[in-house]
């Protein structure tokens, strides 16, 4: 089974022009963590659910592809999953 690649975006979401928004152009099986709510927009615990949430949503392995914020909140999900893991 190949992964479903899931682009975590920065911290201005998608950008028209920018490599992440190609990248998905380009490969249409791939999906992004949707921006959070301008209400949430800087909310570390709102991003980490809603990739949590991508990822239930994908059936089978994924690779996740994060840009710039978006690795923060990778490694702090990453974090957290392995935590979950230990208890």
Same mark, same amino acid.
């Given at each position: 089974?190949?992964?479903?690649?899931?682009?975590?975006?920065? +911290?201005?979401?998608?950008?028209? =022009?920018?490599?992440?928004?190609?990248? $998905?152009?380009? @490969?249409?099986?791939? #999906?992004? *963590?949707?921006?959070?709510?301008?209400?949430?927009?800087?909310?570390?615990?709102?991003?980490?659910?809603? +990739?949590?949430?991508?990822?239930? =949503?994908?059936?089978?392995?994924?690779? $996740?592809?994060? @840009?710039?914020?978006? #690795?923060? *909140?990778?490694?702090?999900?990453?974090?957290?999953?392995?935590?979950?893991?230990?208890?």
């Amino acid at each position: 089974v190949n992964p479903t690649v899931v682009v975590v975006p920065g +911290l201005r979401g998608a950008a028209p =022009d920018h490599w992440q928004e190609l990248y $998905l152009a380009e @490969h249409p099986e791939a #999906v992004r *963590v949707p921006f959070p709510a301008e209400a949430d927009w800087h909310d570390l615990n709102e991003r980490i659910r809603l +990739l949590q949430n991508t990822i239930d =949503d994908v059936d089978g392995p994924v690779v $996740l592809l994060a @840009h710039s914020a978006g #690795v923060l *909140v990778t490694v702090a999900w990453a974090g957290q999953a392995l935590a979950s893991s230990l208890d």
